[in-house]
């Protein structure tokens, strides 16, 4: 990675902000309203298939570039409004037996560049084109530029892209969308969820974690069902890494003008030899974890007008006396609540969700990490993870709590291991304690329920307190923070028409009822 932006040119067209009145519509129900009546919405048949990958003859996953031409472009941003970073591939990846990796000199740019190699016998080795990295410095806020990237000298530049710059932080300046997916895939269903995101005209995109999808395959190409039961009964997970190119030049359209930011899933695992681990997500994403004081790329920080959104890493060390955790204390004392008065997290697997997939997995690093997110006010959670869709009361510690955040689980995005359908409160379907953390976290934590309704069991037996609606479907989410104490959030399922919604409330703010601790205040009075 580099900071010297020698070959992408940049043309900046200045944007005015245009101030309208806020009017809250009094149909639309807020958290102040609650803890709402628990809501399960039956389940919707009609919209069930289409679980099925993209084929790589799609025309949407074809190299369409030649030569060194650059391609699978994504911006991203930096930890301000003034950084951000562009990112490209050239050249054609290879796979198969004997691979040989190129050389990063071919292609004038600062670059980063990886492989996938396999320990066993048969399995065929992969590597990338080159995975270029360029950070512009110095940028103006919600300010339009137009950019191409790639090496003028060859020449082998891009078509003419063009982004805009977060708006400054502070407490009344806010993107104007910002769109939520997680566990995405490359299947037919995904098509529709970014056909409906794109439609929403977002000016930031957050995934949850699980992209791809690479390793639900074989490296001959031959795709499975599901991780977990492939192919045998001790099955060699494997991975498919062209699934990567394909996802990358399908998000093409979506990720070169609006900016990704991304956190790991465990479909981002993808084990090598020696173990190493996340290869392909550390690659081929750029992350601002050295400008938010990270030393990992699993966890880092960023603003977005006067939102601090913390990404934490679910498969990294997240216990107290781990790097993350030390790193997330030192980043939320920093918060300043008067310049970025929303303070939104993100990890992959969730700590509420009601559905039988996952059911508590994540329980250990609920029991490390809550005090903490609640210590500081974090205001809204959003997870993947779980195949549907489920948004909370304020919860803390599972009780209702009004200074609790909203957690809102969108594992929704359309991925070929289908929906997530039953739930963990309905009769037969509480899964056993010792089959719920997940082997790769490691850890148990996951007990009975030592108090309220479900005192003395591991589920509760009915749709819990904490759980305000949930609905098994694919769709995307959008936020609209429209000021201190507002925030507006949408969800959208793939079946129904473009702009009809799924589920709508807003989030409201309470700082005189829920002020952060004196001591946060006197770190941030330091600052």
């Known amino acids: 990675m580099g900071t010297v932006p020698v070959s992408v040119f940049i043309v900046a067209v200045f944007v005015s902000v245009v101030m309208r009145r806020l009017s809250f519509g009094a149909a639309i129900p807020s958290t102040v309203d609650g803890p709402f009546k628990p809501v399960t919405v039956p389940l919707d048949k009609s919209f069930r298939g289409h679980a099925v990958d993209l084929p790589d003859n799609d025309p949407r996953v074809q190299r369409i570039v030649t030569g060194w031409e650059p391609e699978q472009i994504f911006v991203s941003l930096s930890s301000t409004h003034d950084y951000v970073w562009i990112s490209w591939i050239t050249g054609e990846f290879q796979i198969g037996e004997n691979i040989k990796e190129m050389d990063p000199k071919t292609v004038g740019s600062v670059v980063k560049y990886g492989s996938q190699l396999y320990p066993f016998k048969g399995l065929q080795n992969y590597t990338s084109g080159i995975i270029h990295h360029v950070r512009l410095t110095g940028l103006k806020p919600n300010t339009l530029y137009y950019y191409q990237c790639g090496d003028p000298s ?42 409906h995101l794109m439609s929403n005209h977002p000016n930031l995109v957050l995934l949850i974690g699980d992209a791809s999808y690479a390793n639900l395959y074989l490296t001959n190409g031959t795709g499975a069902d599901c991780y977990s039961c492939a192919f045998s009964d001790t099955p060699i997970h494997e991975t498919y890494q062209p699934r990567w190119d394909y996802w990358g030049r399908f998000m093409q359209p979506l990720v070169s003008k609006v900016p990704l930011m991304m956190i790991e899933g465990n479909h981002e ?19 601002p974890s050295e400008e938010s004081g990270s030393s990992s790329t699993f966890y880092y920080s960023f603003n977005a007008g006067g939102i601090h959104f913390v990404m934490l ?27 970025t008065s929303w303070l939104v997290a993100t990890w992959h697997p969730p700590w509420y969700s009601t559905y039988t997939a996952h059911y508590r997995e994540a329980e250990c690093m609920r029991v490390a990490v809550e005090d903490l997110l609640y210590k500081y006010g974090v205001d809204i959670v959003f997870n993947g993870h779980v195949h549907a869709y489920e948004r909370s009361n304020r919860v803390y510690n599972y009780n209702l709590d009004p200074c609790g955040p909203v957690h809102i689980t969108i594992g929704d995005g359309g991925n070929r291991e289908k929906m997530a359908i039953t739930h963990a409160d309905e009769p037969g379907n509480c899964p056993k304690p010792s089959t719920t953390p997940d082997k790769f976290m490691g850890g148990f934590c996951a007990f009975n329920f ?10 509760w037996d009915r749709q819990p307190d904490y759980s305000a609606y949930r609905e098994s479907s694919f769709g995307h989410g959008i936020l609209k923070v429209k000021n201190e104490t507002h925030a507006l959030w949408i969800w ?28 946060v205040i006197k770190v941030n009075s330091k600052a």
């Open 313 to 339: 890493g679910g498969y990294a060390d997240y216990n107290k006396s781990g790097d993350q955790y030390q790193w997330l204390k030192k980043d939320l004392a920093k918060v300043d609540r008067k310049v």
């Open 269 to 287: 695992i993808e084990e090598q030899i020696e173990k190493k681990t996340f290869a392909a997500y550390s690659a081929r994403f750029a992350f």
């Open 154 to 195: 060859i020449p082998a530049m891009s078509d003419v892209h063009y982004f805009r710059t977060m708006p400054a932080s502070g407490p009344r300046s806010y993107p104007g969308r910002i769109a939520i997916i997680g566990d995405l895939g490359l299947t037919y269903n995904t098509t529709s969820t970014i056909d």
């Open 492 to 519: 959208y399922r793939n079946q129904d028409a473009y702009g009809t919604t799924g589920d709508v409330v807003y989030i409201v703010r309470q700082p005189d009822r829920c002020p952060v601790e004196p001591d």
């Open 450 to 459: 030592t108090s309220g309704p479900a005192s003395g069991k591991f589920c």
